[in-house]
């Protein structure tokens, strides 16, 4: 396909690129994208989003950008998280077409050409499929274990293999920028938006260097916003979960009336008891926080305040 780009329409390709203690793979992720869409001769930006990074992260990317205005630079504040690292990128982007994706090298470069191309044939959006998962059995079965209770609660129908790295107009972009919600899940966002979109399959490499900060904790932060953000199906788990017990409790005290009726003596059992009511207890804390953390998402949405808050930036207005 890469023999038809000369021909393509996008004019300015926008890369936004989220970045957070990444000092070991940025010089050389600037090295490999600027090569390959020089190559091409294709008009770009590249907007990194620095997300509280106190390594040399920033000092590199000030470095390069220097040298090259091209690369521009937005420093937030305080560490956000990489959603709204991500969505700060996009409300600065200028391109017609921008493409998201990590800095770890993992998504390989030079496919960038490849998305362009899918985009060009009429989509609005094309996700990334990753081939095949780099990494070792656990992190691939705790992975895919993510991904299938995400879909399944939060009731968005995510591509299986999804990775960070895909491509959407500005059309998109727009619409992406509307949603102004402060508990943000982006892959919901994108689903949500649900304009024409595609996938295509890319192959997935280890990180250059350095370690993922997306680590188990993240994980689940993110999996428990995707489910609270775009799902109502744990409070209807906890309705339902509340009538079985109401249920189970009539039964049982129907049956120890009847025995009682009948003459059976029952003998305390203390420790049983005191078992059953830790347990409710529990029970009642955990369903209680659950309708709790809705009611603190509200609380945030409610309060208005600004998605981000950028300290600095470099090359912006270039």
Not at 115 to 137: A, C, H, Q, S, T
Request: glycine share 6%; net charge neutral; hydrophobic share 45%.
């Amino acid at each position: 396909m890469n023999q038809h780009y000369k021909d393509e329409k996008i004019n300015l390709l926008s890369l936004v690129v989220p970045v957070y203690f990444e000092q070991e793979c940025i010089e050389e992720f600037i090295s490999q994208v600027v090569s390959h869409l020089d190559h091409y001769k294709q008009n770009f930006e590249i907007v990194f989003i620095d997300d509280g990074s106190t390594d040399s992260t920033v000092k590199l990317i000030k470095a390069k950008a220097q040298m090259d205005l091209r690369i521009k630079l937005l420093e937030f504040s305080y560490n956000h998280g990489k959603e709204l690292a991500v969505t700060a990128g996009i409300s600065h982007a200028r391109g017609d077409a921008i493409i998201y994706m990590d800095p770890d090298l993992q998504d390989p470069p030079e496919k960038i050409i490849d998305f362009v191309n899918e985009l060009n044939k009429g989509y609005d959006l094309v996700f990334g499929i990753r081939e095949e998962r780099f990494g070792n059995p656990i992190d691939k079965l705790l992975s895919e274990t993510f991904w299938f209770i995400i879909r399944r609660l939060s009731g968005e129908k995510i591509p299986k293999g999804i990775a960070v790295m895909r491509i959407f107009n500005r059309k998109f972009a727009d619409q992406f920028l509307k949603y102004g919600e402060v508990n943000r899940f982006i892959e919901g966002i994108f689903m949500d938006i649900s304009y024409n979109w595609t996938t295509i399959v890319i192959p997935h490499r280890p990180r250059f260097a350095g370690v993922s900060k997306f680590n188990f904790t993240k994980k689940i932060g993110l999996a428990m916003r995707a489910v609270l953000d775009y799902s109502d199906k744990p409070l209807e788990t906890v309705s339902l979960f509340g009538f079985f017990i109401f249920a189970v409790g009539l039964i049982a005290a129907f049956v120890v009336l009847t025995l009682v009726l009948l003459g059976v003596d029952f003998k305390l059992g203390w420790p049983s008891m005191f078992t059953i009511l830790v347990m409710g207890f529990g029970i009642q804390l955990f369903l209680i926080g659950v309708v709790a953390k809705y009611i603190g998402n509200i609380y945030k949405e409610v309060k208005r305040r600004p998605l981000f808050s950028i300290k600095e930036t470099t090359n912006i207005d270039v």
